[in-house]
């Protein structure tokens, strides 16, 4: 990977012409004297460090970004060994690469030089203060803000959370753990205004495990929002050439909309952070990408660069709205690494990235020595969370090579010489068995995003440096003294005006008059501070921090909010500041004192419903309650009662954190209550269950209790009957407000745990459905964790279940690590007591890279990458324990790479299974739906998310039970189609495919959808519809051959990249690529209706909830999940006798879009508490008004809604 900043400096059209023949050469396989580009491409630098002088330079942005590389040699290497090259120069040098300077050459062919300046420094300094300093000190009027409390330590939020509000801006301050996102929608909190976050505390899982996920949608949503704001544009424009006369014009036109569209707004998100966070999301790189919102994290530290003449106390940063004082704090004494160091990757040693470019002496870094390595390794990782979320890379940018040359996997396009249409190549492919029709075939292919690239981060290890602010409004000016003009002769109220808006005038008699001459005391702005304390290790730093007794930080300060790890808010050093500081008010977020009360009230509340209904699958999720004579209810605890009356809390000025309280900042500081939620009250949503809904549920409850011969021959036929599926979450896509996203448990006694799939808070569902003793027995028996695919909301837990289950079972000790040439069948003895990881290689590559950050448990893991089998070839799956591709990239010869993997290959036994097999299926690349096999007989298979697959019908067959996703509904077929999932009756009609006992739905659409009701198919009646069948053609995957290989090696293949199935570099004859028209992923089957596709479900008018009814040719029992359903095996029939009451329940439900879009895409703005019948205190909230889409303008020929081309 290379560097290169792009500078902000706007060039003449003289020099434009310039820049891009020096670009051309720079680019040219020949040498090229760097320093006379650098002279003629950059402005004169300074040589020292940028000082208070240096401002212009200060000024200019340097976006890093990374270089793509060569193709490798041979198809055998895959995408693991390449060299440094720079991208094309007519597309990419525009879009792939934005910003392309002369910090490269290329000295001779295949040789690069990486340089980084001293004046890349500025990237690491907080944005934008170069100009704030040139301004003066802005004193401002006052503007109401506040801060709102909108999470607490609980099993479903581990962190705290706050929102700073202005009303042009929102401020998210503290933790961003799993579930904040959920908590947040609860809330009825709109972060579409939000821009800033700041992350207190320590860089590990807790407080950043909720990060990317909140990036993704706030991405989301600023790209829905600047697309509707093109469109708006576009339209504006053309009603603007129409009145203008010039819409035959194309040059015009193309003014126009250029004029337009530079007035839309691109939101970007900043994020202050404590180190190495930059890290934790380029660990994300090979499954996370998003486009249009730039992404930009400044870590705090405590070496800042501080220039000549800076105010010692001047803020860390500013904005228009606030100061703000970072404060680094260390522990009182760092412990001593383990030995041996878990932030060791599963390779002999890391490679950096100096060493990734470096490979056969083809490339050198350029050092100078005013960088240090640290430096250096923090820009490089910044360029690579550059491209993540602000990618220029295109999908539909083809390259033109020789069919020959083409490196797979790889998607090959080529042009149809008839209709001159781009179409996807299905002939012979290089290195397999058939000829190739024309090797010298000019095909074109996609060349990979760049992020996706990087094969391995710098080095690092955990950060100790845990981050608390200060945060205050600017200084308010104050009122004009009327008396006090008359003395100064000031008579016209434009005069006063501007002297009250801060600027100095003169009088009548030519005198300078100041603001402060006219002008009442200023105020200082009210503010407050957030201090994140992990352990009692860091208070003595952090009480002794001279911040607290300097009036240039304090002034105006009101109040302190404690976010306290274990034991740290009972410590009498705290309890003595806060008496110190008893004019301030003190706000403790703690799990010392806090109860674990519920934090997603939707979701808890179904649940209860459902309990109602079927009280033997469904309980109230386990929680505590304020009520101190029944905290243990619900299987909560009362430590919290024991803790409050053992070590109370100071009385003056000190309260407990609570979901909504408020601390008003300005126009005066003070205490709010009147929007705390009251915990959910499971009374009261259970008073409000409908009489009818009951009455089906008696009934059902009765008929389950006199089973028939025939359901009970069918439970006693099953292996492991007894064994239990929890699906701990049920939703699909995006955070919801009322389902958990992906996670089912299947415990088999006798044998252990499986966990497929493991969702965002899938450890904060654990907690609900289980006791701390009962989650304790969980994790004793814990085996597996499978995860199908690398999509966020099927794995964004896992390390904190790992991290749980590691502190459980391990006592967080980690384990030697294994070297490459150790023989690691020793390791999965059961006295190891190890947890197998089993995904596809880009899974288990995260997980390996996220342990230089944090000891998490990776060495206690068993991580394997499980190859797809392919059953038309009788090829079956093999476990592999996973070898980083850098480590086998260092081997000299490709037999000795086969060698390494075959010795790392186990078989199913040593797990304890009778056999495991995983095939790959539609959904997106990697996707794999596996089937466990134990001794015992018991056969579950699981599906992931797919669309119906053939192969997975086969490796299922004859399982006890499948448990498979049911996205959408039939009648949303072409829906399924398009985002490739299933509809209800494929889910069935693969299960009963491979002759499954049982079938439980799962992951369905973020709006309820029918209920299956079921019949036999020799029963006749009224009339159900057949399953359908599957064929083979239409299971397969695309690029599946593309896919396989008989290189063991490739099985490690990489990095994911989602948006398109390209992984290798590709060496093209058109470096500059072309955008091309590409033919739909989604064509209709022939044997299918095609369905319009709709964005989402459409939302039924009335509130009925039908039932969709389905023939079965077999004794196979069916189930529909919901969240937090417990249900064994051999009583899944019973479930089936609840179909009227649920059918009734839903009916009885308003049916609202629950999908996450800050209440909704539109505006409208949520109820915290869940409110209605889901119980909790409802807040009320305006509802915006909806954006229509598609409405028709006056004149039919305007550009409409929806019709915008992506450009």
């Known amino acids: 990977m290379g560097l290169h900043p792009r500078s902000a400096r706007t060039y003449s059209k003289n020099e434009r012409g310039s820049v891009v023949g020096l670009l051309k050469d720079l680019l040219a396989p020949k040498k090229k004297d760097l320093a006379s580009i650098e002279e003629t491409l950059t402005p004169q630098r300074p040589k020292q460090p940028p000082t208070s002088t240096d401002s212009e330079w200060l000024r200019a942005e340097f976006v890093p970004k990374v270089y793509s590389y060569a193709a490798r040699p041979t198809p055998t290497e895959q995408w693991r060994e390449r060299h440094v090259l720079p991208t094309s120069v007519k597309h990419n040098a525009e879009h792939e690469s934005r910003g392309l300077t002369a910090s490269?050459?290329?000295?001779?062919?295949?040789?690069?030089?990486?340089?980084?300046?001293?004046?890349?420094?500025?990237?690491?300094?907080p944005p934008d203060q170069a100009e704030r300093k040139e301004q003066r000190i802005p004193i401002h009027p006052r503007m109401k803000s506040f801060i709102q409390i909108l999470t607490t330590p609980t099993a479903d939020t581990p962190g705290t959370t706050l929102l700073l509000h202005f009303d042009n801006k929102r401020y998210l301050v503290g933790s961003l753990g799993e579930g904040t996102q959920r908590a947040s929608v609860q809330m009825g909190a709109r972060l579409l205004k939000c821009s800033d976050c700041f992350l207190t505390g320590r860089t590990e899982w807790s407080n950043t495990g909720g990060?990317?996920?909140?990036?993704?949608?706030?991405?989301?949503?600023?790209?829905?929002?600047?697309?509707?704001?093109?469109?708006?544009?576009?339209?504006?424009a053309w009603h603007k050439g129409k009145n203008l006369g010039v819409l035959d014009d194309r040059v015009k036109m193309?003014?126009?909309?250029?004029?337009?569209?530079?007035?839309?707004?691109?939101?970007?998100?900043?994020?202050?952070?404590?180190?190495?966070?930059?890290?934790?999301?380029?660990?994300?790189?090979?499954?996370?990408?998003?486009?249009?919102?730039?992404?930009?994290?400044h870590e705090i530290t405590n070496d800042r660069f501080q220039q000549e003449g800076e105010d010692e106390w001047a803020p860390y940063w500013a904005d228009e709205n606030i100061k703000v004082w970072a404060m680094s704090i260390s522990p009182d004494s760092a412990p001593k690494p383990q030995t041996p160091r878990v932030s060791r990757p599963i390779t002999p040693r890391k490679r950096t990235i100096d060493e990734v470019y470096d490979r056969q002496s083809t490339t050198k870094t350029v050092m100078n020595d005013e960088l240090t390595q640290k430096e250096r390794d923090q820009l490089a990782v910044k360029a690579v969370v550059s491209e993540m979320f602000d990618s220029s890379w295109r999908l539909d940018v083809l390259h033109e090579t020789p069919l020959s040359e083409v490196k797979l996997p790889a998607t090959i396009f080529i042009r149809n010489a008839e209709t001159k249409q781009t179409e996807r190549?299905?002939?012979?492919?290089?290195?397999?068995?058939?000829?190739?029709?024309?090797?010298?075939?000019?095909?074109?292919?996609?060349?990979?995003?760049?992020?996706?690239?990087?094969?391995?981060?710098?080095?690092?290890?955990?950060?100790?440096?845990?981050?608390?602010?200060?945060?205050?409004?600017?200084?308010?000016?104050?009122?004009?003294d009327p008396k006090a003009a008359e003395r100064m002769n000031l008579k016209h109220p434009k005069d006063r005006a501007k002297l009250a808006a801060g600027d100095s005038v003169e009088n009548a008699d030519g005198e300078t008059i100041t603001p402060e001459m006219v002008l009442g005391p200023s105020k200082p702005g009210g503010g407050f501070a957030v201090v994140d304390v992990p352990d009692i290790s860091y208070i003595d730093n952090l009480l002794d921090r001279p911040e607290w007794h300097e009036p240039k930080v304090m002034d105006g300060v009101g109040g302190i909010v404690w976010i306290c790890g274990k034991d740290v808010a009972t410590d009498a050093r705290v309890h003595n500041f806060m008496r110190t500081f008893s004019k301030l008010e003190h706000v403790i977020s703690s799990p010392d004192y806090c109860p674990n009360n519920i934090a997603l009230d939707s979701p808890a509340a179904s649940?209860?419903?459902?309990?109602?209904?079927?009280?033997?699958?469904?309980?109230?999720?386990?929680?505590?309650?304020?009520?101190?004579?029944?905290?243990?209810?619900?299987?909560?605890?009362?430590?919290?009662?024991?803790?409050?009356?053992?070590?109370?809390?100071?009385?003056?000025?000190?309260?407990?954190?609570?979901?909504?309280?408020?601390?008003?900042?300005?126009?005066?500081?003070?205490?709010?209550?009147?929007?705390?939620?009251?915990?959910?009250?499971?009374?009261?949503?259970e008073d409000v269950m409908d009489p009818d809904v009951l009455a089906e549920a008696a009934k059902a409850q009765e008929a389950i209790l006199t089973p028939s011969p025939e359901e009970t021959s069918w439970a006693d036929s099953l292996p492991n009957g007894d064994a239990e599926v929890?699906?701990?979450?049920?939703?699909?896509?995006?955070?919801?407000?009322?389902?958990?996203?992906?996670?089912?448990?299947?415990?088999?006694?006798?044998?252990?745990?499986?966990?497929?799939?493991?969702?965002?808070?899938?450890?904060?569902?654990?907690?609900?459905?289980?006791?701390p003793s009962e989650l304790a027995e969980v994790f004793q028996s814990l085996r597996i964790i499978f995860i199908s695919h690398m999509h966020a909301d099927h794995h964004l837990g896992t390390a904190s279940v790992i991290k749980a289950w590691y502190a459980e079972v391990h006592n967080s000790t980690p384990a030697p690590l294994p070297t490459d040439d150790e023989d690691n069948r020793p390791l999965l003895d059961p006295s190891q007591r190890r947890l197998a990881v089993i995904s596809e290689p880009a899974m288990i590559e995260w997980l390996s890279e996220y342990s230089s950050i944090e000891d998490f448990g990776f060495s206690r893991l068993a991580p394997l990458n499980i190859s797809p089998a392919w059953p038309p070839r009788d090829k079956p799956s093999s476990l592999n324990w996973f070898v980083a591709p850098s480590s086998l990239a260092s081997l000299p010869t490709t037999a000795a790479k086969v060698q390494r993997v075959q010795r790392n290959t186990f078989p199913a036994s040593l797990l304890n299974l009778s056999d495991i097999q995983a095939v790959l299926v539609t959904h997106c690349h990697g996707a794999r739906a596996v089937s466990i096999t134990l001794p015992s007989g018991f056969k579950v298979s699981y599906s992931g998310d797919c669309r119906p697959s053939k192969h997975f019908e086969l490796i299922g067959q004859g399982s006890t039970v499948c448990i498979h996703e049911a996205t959408f509904d039939d009648e949303l077929a072409g829906d399924a189609q398009a985002k490739n999932h299933s509809t209800t009756s494929e889910a069935l009609g693969v299960a009963q495919g491979m002759r499954a006992k049982a079938c439980v739905l799962t992951h369905f659409s973020q709006r309820y959808q029918k209920i299956p009701v079921l019949e036999k198919g020799g029963a006749g009646g009224s009339g159900g519809s057949e399953l359908p069948?599957?064929?083979?053609?239409?299971?397969?995957?695309?690029?599946?051959?593309?896919?396989?290989?008989?290189?063991?090696?490739?099985?490690?293949?990489?990095?994911?990249?989602?948006?398109?199935?390209?992984?290798?570099?590709?060496?093209?004859?058109?470096?500059?690529?072309?955008?091309?028209?590409?033919?739909?992923?989604?064509?209709?089957?022939?044997?299918?209706?095609?369905?319009?596709?709709?964005?989402?479900?459409?939302?039924?008018?009335?509130?009925?909830?039908?039932?969709?009814?389905?023939?079965?040719?077999?004794?196979?029992?069916?189930?529909?999940?919901?969240?937090?359903?417990?249900?064994?095996?051999?009583?899944?029939?019973?479930?089936?006798?609840?179909t009227p009451a649920l059918l009734r329940l839903f009916a009885e439900e308003e049916k609202v879009p629950d999908v996450l879009a800050e209440g909704s895409a539109n505006g409208d703005k949520g109820n915290g508490g869940g409110g209605g019948k889901n119980g909790g205190k409802q807040t009320e909230g305006k509802k915006g008004k909806q954006k229509q889409q598609g409405k028709p303008e006056k004149q039919a020929e305007s550009p409409q809604k929806g019709q915008l081309k992506q450009e």
């Open 104 to 125: 490269v050459r290329r000295a001779s062919p295949g040789t690069d030089e990486v340089a980084f300046k001293p004046h890349h420094r500025a990237l690491l300094e």
């Open 211 to 236: 990060l990317i996920g909140m990036i993704l949608t706030l991405a989301d949503q600023a790209g829905s929002s600047r697309q509707n704001g093109l469109e708006d544009a576009i339209r504006e």
């Open 254 to 297: 193309r003014e126009l909309e250029d004029e337009a569209k530079s007035k839309v707004k691109v939101n970007s998100l900043r994020i202050f952070s404590p180190p190495n966070v930059n890290r934790t999301l380029a660990t994300a790189r090979r499954f996370v990408f998003r486009k249009g919102m730039p992404v930009d994290v």
């Open 425 to 480: 190549y299905r002939g012979p492919l290089p290195g397999g068995d058939k000829p190739l029709p024309d090797p010298n075939l000019t095909v074109l292919v996609r060349r990979p995003w760049p992020g996706a690239l990087v094969e391995t981060l710098p080095a690092t290890e955990p950060a100790k440096e845990a981050i608390s602010y200060i945060i205050r409004n600017h200084t308010m000016r104050g009122k004009l």
């Open 607 to 685: 649940t209860i419903r459902l309990r109602k209904v079927d009280p033997a699958r469904y309980g109230v999720p386990v929680h505590d309650t304020d009520d101190e004579a029944a905290a243990q209810a619900h299987g909560g605890s009362d430590n919290y009662l024991a803790m409050r009356k053992n070590h109370p809390l100071p009385t003056n000025g000190v309260r407990l954190a609570k979901r909504g309280l408020i601390l008003q900042l300005e126009p005066n500081f003070e205490v709010q209550r009147n929007q705390v939620l009251s915990p959910l009250d499971i009374s009261s949503v």
């Open 726 to 771: 929890i699906t701990l979450g049920t939703g699909s896509a995006l955070p919801s407000k009322y389902r958990n996203v992906s996670a089912t448990l299947v415990r088999v006694p006798g044998w252990g745990s499986i966990l497929l799939d493991c969702g965002e808070n899938t450890l904060g569902q654990l907690r609900r459905v289980f006791t």
């Open 1029 to 1138: 069948t599957i064929k083979d053609a239409e299971s397969e995957p695309e690029d599946f051959d593309a896919e396989l290989s008989a290189n063991p090696t490739d099985a490690f293949s990489g990095p994911l990249e989602d948006v398109a199935a390209t992984f290798p570099d590709q060496v093209t004859s058109n470096g500059s690529g072309e955008q091309h028209n590409l033919p739909s992923k989604r064509e209709p089957k022939n044997n299918t209706d095609t369905v319009p596709f709709s964005p989402m479900p459409a939302v039924k008018p009335t509130a009925q909830l039908e039932a969709a009814k389905f023939k079965l040719n077999s004794d196979m029992k069916v189930c529909v999940a919901f969240d937090y359903m417990r249900v064994k095996v051999g009583e899944i029939w019973q479930m089936e006798k609840f």
